[in-house]
């Protein structure tokens, strides 16, 4: 049986980034992942070019972390999104700003940051197991036992960074889930979070349409960010986000210019009364989306009643569109629910039940928006899972 200090379950990024921490610290250090490659779901995000961090304000960050985000505050106070930034920078890997303060490696490539993480563990000595499943562990007086198939390995701290549910195809099957109810630790329910959105909605004329900022609203939640009309109903940014909050059966509103105000529109209107709908609409609407909303109403505007008018100025500002229901866990973005928090210390992401036993990234029942702030989640937890703590 091989002796650690430390070993960390899971080659993601709050994994590698456990494994960078502790290794900085002098501790011996061992990263198990059972794919044959580090970072396998990193690689697909931000369309491959890895959407690493966001550059906002601490509050900004927190706004983008909707599950449980202020349980971060003491995680954020000793490693945050600057220090992602500072932190990449230093180890030959400078980040751009994009819209939305996305934060992207300048050479648009996810394997930058993959090899950037990997070739700082190799440095500090880090030792790496890949293509290794963990069958069983156990605690046994003060050592954390852990049985792979083939061989046996033993530490004093075991940093859990196993992932949610969601994408199964990378390896995240809720193992880390599996660890945690073994020491007796709750598990909250698990559910989709940042998925595309089922709709009761006649969007096949808009399908493969995108728009940017527009606003999306239900109750109290309002979201502005970039939308996607597809086969099944509505992907993008703004769609993903407001995810977190249905379940299905629900009506959104849809505000295709919440630049514009009611009145602003109605005075558009009353400007161009001599001219066809669908070209004045197209002053302000994609072309295939000013066609579908005048598809109902009379051709030219003089012609439209007050009525219709108003009834036009709805569609535009708040289309009502009916959710049924959002894609998969296997086809989500992120896992909403995880490790009850209640269990967890937050200025160690110790157990409060097993000494030595730390969870970090999206096995915990954390869950961000898309846009650098699950990667943001993943990082820091992992450096402050993987820090020594006197």
Not at 202 to 227: M, R, W
Not at 334 to 356: M, Q, R, Y
């Amino acid at each position: 049986m091989t002796d650690y200090d430390t070993i960390i379950v899971g080659g993601g990024p709050a994994g590698m980034m456990a494994a960078i921490s502790a290794a900085s610290l002098g501790q011996r250090c061992l990263l198990i992942e059972k794919n044959k490659t580090l970072g396998k779901k990193l690689a697909h995000t931000g369309g491959g070019r890895c959407n690493v961090t966001n550059c906002g304000s601490l509050e900004d960050i927190l706004a983008g972390i909707p599950g449980n985000g202020r349980f971060l505050y003491s995680v954020f106070s000793q490693f945050d999104n600057q220090d992602i930034i500072r932190f990449f920078a230093e180890n030959g890997v400078p980040l751009k700003e994009e819209d939305h303060g996305r934060m992207f490696p300048t050479t648009d490539k996810s394997q930058t940051i993959i090899q950037c993480l990997v070739s700082k563990m190799t440095d500090l000595g880090v030792t790496l197991k890949t293509r290794t499943e963990v069958v069983s562990i156990k605690k046994q007086d003060e050592r954390f036992l852990i049985k792979a198939s083939s061989e046996s390995f033993e530490a004093t701290k075991l940093i859990v960074t196993t992932g949610g549910k969601s994408y199964p195809s990378t390896g995240s099957t809720g193992f880390g889930y599996d660890i945690a109810r073994h020491f007796k630790l709750e598990v909250t329910d698990l559910e989709a979070a940042e998925s595309p959105l089922l709709t009761v909605f006649p969007h096949k004329a808009l399908q493969g349409l995108s728009l940017d900022n527009v606003t999306l609203t239900y109750g109290k939640h309002q979201i502005t960010h970039d939308l996607l009309f597809t086969h099944f109903g509505l992907s993008g940014p703004a769609a993903l986000r407001l995810s977190s909050f249905l379940k299905g059966g629900e009506t959104i509103t849809l505000d295709m210019l919440p630049g514009e105000t009611k009145e602003s529109l109605q005075t558009f209107l009353d400007d161009n009364r001599e001219k066809n709908l669908k070209n004045a609409l197209k002053q302000h609407l994609p072309e295939r989306l000013s066609d579908f909303i005048s598809q109902d109403f009379p051709e030219k505007i003089k012609q439209l009643t007050q009525s219709d008018l108003e009834q036009l100025i709805k569609q535009v500002k708040a289309l009502p569109i009916l959710v049924s229901g959002k894609m998969s866990l296997a086809k989500s973005f992120v896992t909403k629910g995880g490790v009850s928090l209640k269990e967890i210390n937050p200025k160690t992401l110790e157990s409060k039940k097993v000494a030595g036993l730390h969870f970090a990234g999206e096995v915990l029942d954390i869950n961000a928006h898309t846009g650098g702030f699950n990667i943001t989640c993943a990082l820091c937890t992992g450096w402050v899972a993987g820090s020594l703590h006197v």
